[in-house]
């Protein structure tokens, strides 16, 4: 199959030509077409096909050089819609196929894969070890068991993205003005945002057949650093960031550097979005230097200066949707002297320089080292031979990752019991092994936040420590409980993914067409727990507020441990759920009631050693949703005009509602200390 000449008019489009029209015709994707050409071009660079310039743009070398690739494939004609993926399929698939032609031949990969070894490259590459995952590589070659990894690593099945994720951007760029209820109750939205954002993440991790996607884009989450705290609280930001790990983190280093310099939460974070000609920030330019391309020793005090000017310009549009911006005016056109180079320089040009130093090649292949081959034993003979495959590879992670799994250090003793368990490892990794998903599983962001690894929210620039800070004393005792809870949950066993995402989605509410089958009520609410689980219960009351008819007691699921852990400091620390109820035949009804039963307070030094509270956030009936923002509070606490906060025994009754489409996704109802309110719903 070859392409025709896109200058010969009279010659049915195929392949290129299809390539071109895609481009011509996806309006709004030029960015996401030039990171997919550019990814082709590297991809038939590594392969010998000449592409020309590794610049994203397609011409006549590209095209040229897809012909020839192409000439020696056997793929069937792609339609237009699917182009550019179908070619670059084909050409990562070419690629494994080129680096793991050799394996056969090294006799330490020619050992057959017993139990130790399964257990071994699945947690290592993963997170756990499966009963199918083990028997799917077990009694092959340890090479033909990393190429299921391998080939685990070039496709991704992703859950349902959060609901955020398709509303509309948020208008950060008017927070300041915003009175001061308003602006608390904006910055409540955001944190629950950034809870569904953790809830997702986890459920990603526990549900995907490609778990070894999970790990590294988890690995890339720690080196290039952002926090939500540090973003202004930027839910949005820290989702478009993560969604870049997972698009780039597997394909190449140097174009993941690039797209982390334009990255809007990198940017914000550290403070290069403020950075100017005239007084340019070093923060980034000092980070990007020591944290991510070179590491520390390989730079002096002067590069970090002249690298801070090469960056300036680099920001972000906060009134466009929190996009990149590079701004010409802010940036510096002076000459810099950047390692023995002087010129004007570009934020692109200088990173380029960085990379190009011997150290990069070799700071990040030690990083991935100790991220999965050893936390205690380097081999420097070893990290030097991979870091010259990462080099002679133009920084192209997959063939990293195939030296790193394929090394003999990788299957060695020492290497053995060598990384200590993330909590991240140590929970999902627990789940995934047994099949046991535990009823309350929407808080495991809460406890892994719990046992130091708080999802999106790392201590500082340089991320979680890991190692031996994973089992101080203290969080020892927390992962013995947590286990010991773990143990005590009695869950279903799931035996298959599909039984494993089923289970989920009903638990999450996410399956909404089942939930409004098996539920005619649904509740959404949060707990604080102390000595007990808050217990509730919904009622139906009809015009004169008698009940005609009441639930069974409810006790709250995946509430915070107001004793152990102290009160939730804002709604993102609270695990939000969903609870269904079915009256049956419904009777004639006008308000609608949540009660709070059995208050227990306090534990030593007050409330904050220990309370026991329910929050509840709307109640959903067929095309309504009554939010607790519109009802009545009454209860023994003060904060009536706060209704759907029961720090005390009581109820809310809610009269009001909101219509809203069948199934769409609802915004949440926050609790801004003072009042509730809706933010919007989302059509």
């Known amino acids: ?27 709004g994707k030029a960015h996401s077409d030039s990171e997919t050409i550019e990814i082709i071009q590297r991809r038939l660079a590594l392969q010998e096909f ?17 012909n020839a690739f192409l000439a020696t494939q056997d ?20 690629w494994l196929k080129i680096l793991t032609q050799a394996d056969q031949d090294q006799p330490h990969l020619q050992t057959l894969v017993d139990l130790s070894d399964a257990r071994h490259l699945l947690e290592r590459s993963g997170f756990g070890a499966d009963a199918s995952s083990v028997t799917e590589i077990l009694g092959l070659s340890r090479a033909e068991a990393i190429a299921v990894i391998l080939r685990g690593y070039l496709s991704s099945e992703m859950v349902d993205l959060p609901p955020f994720a398709e509303a509309p951007v948020p208008p950060y760029w008017l927070r300041s003005d915003l009175l001061d209820p308003d602006r608390d109750g904006f910055n409540m939205d955001r944190g629950k945002e950034l809870s569904e954002l953790c809830v997702w993440w986890v459920r990603q991790m526990i549900e995907t057949p490609t778990p070894q996607v999970e790990r590294i884009v988890l690995f890339w989450q720690n080196h290039f650093v952002s926090s939500y705290a540090g973003v202004d609280e930027m839910s949005n930001a820290m989702l478009a960031q993560h969604q870049t790990f997972r698009r780039l983190g597997l394909v190449n280093f140097r174009m993941l550097a690039q797209a982390m310099l334009r990255d809007p939460a990198l940017l914000i974070y550290l403070d290069n979005d403020d950075s100017r000609r005239e007084h340019p920030n070093e923060n980034l330019a000092r980070e990007m230097m020591e944290l991510f391309v070179l590491g520390e020793g390989n730079f002096d005090e002067a590069s970090v200066r002249e690298l801070a000017r090469a960056f300036t310009g680099n920001g972000v549009n906060r009134m466009r949707d929190m996009q990149f911006a590079f701004r010409p005016w802010d940036h510096y056109t002076g000459s810099i002297t950047l390692f023995g180079r002087r010129g004007r320089l570009s934020p692109a040009a200088a ?42 590879n133009d920084f192209d992670l997959l063939a990293l990752l195939h030296a790193i799994l394929t090394s003999p250090a990788f299957w060695s003793q020492d290497a053995i019991g060598t990384v200590v368990k993330s909590p991240v490892d140590l929970l999902v990794g627990t789940i995934r092994t047994t099949g046991h998903v535990p009823n309350n599983w929407q808080s495991l962001p809460l406890n892994l936040s719990n046992l130091g690894q708080d999802l999106f929210s790392p201590p500082n620039v340089a991320g979680w420590p890991g190692g031996t800070n994973w089992i101080s004393p203290g969080l020892l005792l927390r992962r013995q409980d947590m286990m010991a809870a773990f143990g005590a949950d009695n869950p279903e066993a799931l035996p298959t993914s599909s039984g494993m995402t089923s289970m989920m989605a009903e638990q999450n509410g996410m399956m909404a067409g089942d939930m409004e089958r098996q539920a005619e009520f649904v509740v959404r609410y949060a707990a604080e727990d102390f000595e007990g689980a808050p217990i509730f219960q919904l009622s139906l009351l009809d015009s004169n507020r008698r009940t005609v008819w009441r639930s069974e007691r409810t006790r709250a699921l995946g509430g915070l441990d107001t004793m ?70 009454n209860s023994s606490c003060s904060n009536v005009d706060a209704p759907g906060a029961l720090y005390c025994q009581g109820s809310v009754t809610i009269s009001d509602s909101i219509s809203v489409q069948q199934g769409v996704s609802l915004a949440r109802a926050a609790d801004i200390g003072n009042r509730l309110h809706v933010e919007r719903a989302v059509y």
């Open 1 to 27: 199959m070859t392409f025709q000449s896109a200058r010969n008019p009279s010659v049915i489009p195929t392949f290129a030509m299809l390539v071109l029209l895609v481009l011509q015709l996806a309006a």
């Open 50 to 66: 000449q592409p020309g310039p590794i610049d994203g743009l397609w011409g006549r070398r590209t095209e040229s050089a897809a």
């Open 75 to 94: 793929v069937a004609n792609p339609s237009s819609r699917d182009a550019l993926d179908k070619l670059r399929d084909t050409l990562d698939l070419a």
């Open 351 to 392: 990173l380029y320089l960085l990379l190009e130093q011997p150290a990069a090649a070799r700071f990040v292949t030690r990083k991935l080292w100790r991220h999965m081959v050893s936390e205690f034993s380097e081999n420097e003979e070893e990290i030097t031979r991979l870091s010259d495959v990462l080099r002679e």
């Open 564 to 633: 152990r852990f102290g009160r939730a400091e804002n709604a993102a620390d609270l695990i939000w759920q969903e609870a269904g109820f079915n009256p049956g035949e419904i009777p004639d009804w006008q308000h609608v009631q949540v009660t709070f039963m059995i208050d227990h307070c306090c534990g030593l030094g007050g409330s904050n050693g220990g309370d026991r509270n329910l929050f509840v956030d709307w109640i959903r009936f067929g095309d309504n949703v009554y939010p607790a923002a519109l009802g009545v509070q």
